[in-house]
């Protein structure tokens, strides 16, 4: 039995862009929606995002406590609350989809809301050298240290950061530690949004179109 309290990813509930190996020549988009939602969420913006990747949005593994709707990637309340394991095993899950997905050879990009940023974020970090970018909306960097800290600094793989300035949903101390940590570990850009809840605007979201296609084609 595994030792990751998290289950695996259900193939059966990721909704495609198109077939997997229908444009082999495309990096794979994974789109990881936030707490209480699910893979339907964040694909209804498909039709905004840039041509030339194959996109896929996750369900996450986990049923909030009743009466929350949705989905979720790990557990927010209690005692297990943010436990960054818990993060990590998302992360692991999601990189052990991946990996039955498409072959080691084919580019892939994060694009994370919340919780799905936090899981693409740490996903990033286990796996510097798998991943052409990762896109953190609304989200934040799991504190403590992971062996592979040290190989995501030395490739620094760009990472795209969008906040709202009236966001009060994830907490400060952990938006101050990766205000603190990306710069130091990532290609940083982005910005914080004036007004802006925690949502996102479509501002931001023209932001990350001109991220995305900037970042479409591995570093020569």
């Keep these: 039995m595994s030792e990751i309290e998290t289950p695996a990813i259900d193939p059966d509930a990721v909704l495609w862009s198109a077939p997997v190996d229908e444009h082999p020549d495309w990096p794979l988009l994974v789109l990881l929606h936030g707490y209480g939602s699910d893979e ?49 095993d998302a992360a692991t899950r999601l990189l052990e989809w991946i990996a039955n997905v498409v072959d080691d050879t084919r580019p892939v990009g994060l694009l994370g809301f919340s919780q799905g940023a936090a899981v693409s974020m740490q996903a990033l970090r286990i796996h510097p050298e798998r991943f052409l970018f990762a896109v953190n909306l609304s989200g934040y960097v799991t504190p403590g240290d992971l062996p592979t800290d040290v190989a995501l600094t030395e490739r620094k793989p760009p990472v795209f950061w969008g906040r709202g300035s009236h966001d009060q949903v994830i907490p400060e101390p952990l938006i101050a530690h990766t205000i603190d940590w990306l710069p130091a570990h990532v290609e940083l850009s982005g910005r914080v949004y004036e007004g802006l809840g925690h949502s996102v605007s479509q501002q931001e979201f023209d932001d990350v179109g001109i991220f995305l296609t900037k970042h479409q084609t591995p570093p020569a």
């Excluded at 996450?60 to 005692?79: K, R, T």
Aim: negative net charge; glycine residues 10%.
């Design 40 to 88: 339907r969420d964040l694909f209804g913006l498909v039709p905004q995002l840039p041509d030339g990747f194959v996109i896929a949005a996750v369900r996450a593994p986990l049923a909030p406590p009743f009466p929350a709707p949705g989905y979720s990637w790990y557990p927010i309340e209690g005692l297990d609350g943010r436990e960054p394991q818990r993060v990590t």
